[in-house]
Structure formats: structure tokens, C-alpha cells
């Protein structure tokens, strides 16, 4: 297979990334449990230019994991075009989520969790490293993010 498409810079990959967090609606969320046990799940979400938000039941095991063990890895997209973000997760109650961010989430999720019961609980996710790639040639300058700073 012969790889086409051009390299994109540092700037046009920030944009892009961007872009994706804007627009798609479901992103991949992995977390592992106490005993080591994966798993990978998609959830919908709202990102507020800042921040992740996540929504699930606490019961669950990502629910669980997510507040237990304060750390994710989220991943938009396919293999050949790739965002990994890494992230600390904060778990808060739907009266400590900003109303901006739980009226963006069912504005573009098509799902209001306020109206789903107290079984779900709110997961702020804020990024420590974004790396983006689309194919091989793109995995030198993959790294958009590093320590919670875009270094693009």
C-alpha cells in the first residue's frame, strides 16, 4: 500500500484535532480496574475547549475505574487516522458540572443524562498529552501535547 497523502504541519494537526473534538460525537474511553482488568468503551462527549466531559453510570466498570483511578485514555478515530489523548479525570456530581458544559453535552450528544436518574455521574477529563497521526510518515511530530501544554 502506498501512503498519498501529504504530511500535515504541527499547526494543521493542532486545527484538525480541534476540529474533532468540536464535531464527533462518541470517543473511545479506556481505563483500566483495581486488579488490572481493561476496559475500552465508547461514550459520548462534549469538549468545552478545555476539558473533556463524559458521562456514564458510577456502577459501571468504567464509571468505576474512571473515578477510582483518575486517569483515562481516549481515542477519536480509526488506525490510519489517530487521536490519542491522555488525561487526569475528576468525578463530579451533576450539581458541580457547569451548565454550559451538561447543556452543551445533550445539545450535541442528543441525550440530556439530568433526565436519566442519579445513577450517573459526571467525569471531567482534562488532557496531559494529545498525540495525532495519520499513518506512518506522521509519527515523527505526533506529540501535541505534553504535561497539560499544547506545545504546538
Not at 29 to 40: C, E, I
Not at 77 to 98: A, C, K, W, Y
Request: proline share 6%; aromatic share 8%.
Amino acid at each position: 500500500m502506498t501512503n498519498t497523502r501529504t504530511v500535515r504541519g504541527p499547526e494543521e494537526r493542532k486545527k484538525d484535532v480541534l476540529a474533532r473534538l468540536a464535531e464527533e460525537v462518541d470517543i473511545w474511553v479506556a481505563s483500566a480496574a483495581g486488579d488490572g482488568a481493561p476496559y475500552l468503551v465508547p461514550l459520548a462527549f462534549q469538549w468545552d475547549g478545555t476539558d473533556i466531559w463524559l458521562c456514564t453510570r458510577l456502577t459501571n466498570p468504567t464509571g468505576r475505574n474512571l473515578r477510582d483511578g483518575g486517569r483515562t485514555r481516549l481515542a477519536l478515530g480509526h488506525t490510519r487516522d489517530v487521536v490519542l489523548l491522555d488525561g487526569d479525570v475528576t468525578t463530579l456530581s451533576v450539581g458541580d458540572v457547569p451548565t454550559e458544559a451538561i447543556e452543551g453535552f445533550a445539545a450535541k450528544c442528543g441525550w440530556d443524562p439530568r433526565n436519566s436518574g442519579p445513577a450517573y455521574g459526571w467525569f471531567r477529563v482534562r488532557p496531559t498529552a494529545v498525540e495525532a497521526w495519520h499513518e506512518e510518515p506522521e509519527l515523527a511530530g505526533r506529540h501535541m501535547m505534553r504535561d497539560g501544554r499544547w506545545v504546538v
